[in-house]
């Protein structure tokens, strides 16, 4: 037994400030509508929780519900930093695969303020979020900028490179309606741009946007007898924790765990979350198509390149000069525009690059579409040892 | 002066962080665990070991730069800014022979063209911020190739 995607809709990335209830009922209709299944035959609701909005935002699931009109249906939410919406997803997956669900309706969205992500107000002496930032004015950038620096001193990066990525991203979201930032750039430009965190300038770096993504999951004998057009298969979603020790400094923690008692894993944590999803879809890294990684900054896709195994560590600027990475390359990256792009809407985002994998598979994203692509991953980390990546088939 | 934090670190001519030491398997970890009543439980972080005591370990002075980076924007609040205007500082993840990486500002006058990966820094004390209670002091990375330059 399988699990697909029988819909999936998107509310545009933007930034108005406007209730997330709003963004998130629109992708769920668009996902519905998708589908063609009926919000009464939707038997499970799981909400991807923003921490920004309240209440409301803690039970997404329940707000989420209420705002379609109860119906009925089994409720769950789900945080996971930046992978809430793949937990989700995961979350609704098992219940489809027991056998305990037919139709689960996944929808995340969010509104976020203006300028860097700060932590809550209070004093939090014993919280690491908020001590990054009062002992060392320590930002999600700065974080950003410390793997970019590594590249640059380990591999040879440069700064046309990063921004030849944003260059690159830039291009590939042109033609994507639900892009909040649909303009081509330049190597020039970005450079021009303020410097934020050395070598990271304010073009390397995603905004925060408001959005909102949902699909609808069925079990795959559902969707045959439902006669649902081109389901696209969910072949993997890992959403393991780092295995200790982890070595590589992760937002907002001010230390890795000390390696002298066990030794260097094989693998780092990003390295392993893709891994994990390939052992579970059984697949190599050279069967993908297309992949949708979280870029952050520039930089960081070079680094999620690597971590997927789609070339070897050190070699990403390489794939990215010989144009691999983009539309019409070996191996497309971020053919959505990314979060280049879009700007980061946190509990939708994981979402929103399986909506843009479906679509791929299906052979649907118009003016973006990579050519004959069946297989597709995903990958995202967030704070806290969360961290993502989904594969789908066709 | 007065440490900003209780505990993370020692002051003096030779200053070191303090971590938490693991007394059944050895492990440490920095930020050390507050010792103040009322705080978390430790628990060691190794899963292989299921230790609950811990002992108060001085770690190494000088480690090698992970990497690095600055902020040449004011952060946010919780952050207080020593100067107004703003000034940039320089940040950096430095790996110690205890074989962890602590993230720490750089030593003040020193930014991230003084920095490479690999290159050597060594810890020292200097005043974060000044409040009701005078000059707050935290600690910072400052790479020892300057330092020996001028000495």
């Known amino acids: 037994m399988s699990v697909v ?34 919000w009464a035959d939707v038997d499970l609701v799981v909400g991807g929780e923003t921490v920004r909005n309240g209440y409301a935002g803690y039970v997404a699931g329940s707000t989420f519900a ?75 950038p700065a974080y950003f900028a410390l793997y970019a620096r ?93 295995t200790f020790p982890n070595t590589v400094i992760d937002m907002p923690l001010l230390s890795t765990d000390s390696s002298a008692v066990t030794g260097v894993p094989e693998r780092t944590f990003k390295e392993a979350i893709g891994q994990a999803a390939y052992e579970e879809a059984g697949i190599d890294p050279a069967d993908v198509d297309v992949a949708e990684v979280y870029d952050l900054s520039t930089a960081l896709e070079l680094d999620w390149i690597e971590d997927l195994q789609l070339c070897k560590r050190g070699e ?79 | 002066m007065t440490p900003v934090i209780e505990g993370w670190f020692t002051t003096g001519a030779e200053p070191r962080l303090l971590a938490s030491r693991c007394t059944r398997c050895s492990n440490v970890v920095f930020p050390p665990v507050p010792s103040a009543a009322g705080a978390a439980a430790f628990y ?11 002992d108060s370990v001085e770690l190494s002075r000088r480690g090698r730069v992970w990497s690095y980076t600055d902020a040449q924007y004011q952060p946010p609040a919780p952050y207080l800014p020593a100067s107004d205007p703003f000034q940039p500082f320089a940040l950096a993840a430095v790996e110690l022979p205890e074989g962890l990486v602590v993230l720490g500002q750089v030593a003040d006058g020193f930014g991230v063209g003084d920095l490479r990966v690999g290159a050597e820094v060594e810890l020292v004390v200097e005043t974060l911020n000044v409040d009701e209670t005078g000059e707050r002091t935290i600690y910072r990375w400052k790479p020892v190739a300057a330092q020996e330059a001028t000495a």
């Open chain 1, 66 to 140: 209420q705002a379609l009109g109860w119906n009925g249906a089994r409720i769950a939410t789900s945080y996971a930093a930046c992978a809430t919406g793949a937990q989700a997803i995961d979350t609704a997956r098992a219940r489809i695969l027991a056998g305990m669900s037919e139709v689960a309706l996944v929808v995340g969205a969010d509104t976020t303020p203006k300028g860097f992500l700060a932590p809550n107000a209070g004093e939090r002496w014993n919280d690491p979020d908020w001590l990054r930032f009062r002992l060392l004015g320590m930002t999600n």
């Open chain 1, 150 to 242: 590594r590249r640059m001193d380990l591999y040879g990066a440069t700064s046309e490179d990063f921004a030849q990525v944003k260059v690159k991203n830039a291009r590939h979201g042109l033609a994507n309606p639900y892009a909040r930032f649909r303009k081509e750039s330049s190597v020039a430009e970005v450079l021009a741009s303020p410097m934020v965190s050395d070598p990271l300038h304010l073009l390397d770096i995603c905004a925060t946007s408001d959005g909102a993504a949902a699909v609808v999951l069925t079990s795959a004998d559902y969707a045959k007898r439902h006669g649902i057009a081109a389901p696209v298969t969910v072949a993997a979603v890992s959403t393991i924790t780092p």
């Open chain 1, 316 to 394: 990403a600027e390489a794939l990215l000069r010989a144009g691999d990475t983009s539309l019409g390359g070996r191996i497309p990256v971020n053919p959505s525009g990314g979060l280049a792009c879009f700007g980061e809407a946190v509990p939708a985002q994981a979402i929103a690059q399986v909506c843009e994998l479906t679509w791929q598979l299906q052979g649907r994203a118009e003016g973006r579409q990579v050519e004959g692509a069946k297989v597709g991953i995903t990958a995202n980390q967030g704070l806290f040892g969360h961290g993502s990546s989904v594969i789908l088939s066709v």
């Open chain 1, 5 to 38: 995607i029988a819909g999936a809709g998107m509310h545009p990335w933007g930034k108005w400030g406007r209730d997330f209830r709003e963004y998130g009922v629109h992708a769920a209709r668009e996902a519905l509508a998708d589908s063609g299944i009926a």
């Open chain 2, 44 to 54: 060691c972080s190794n899963p292989a070991c299921d230790g609950q005591e811990h």
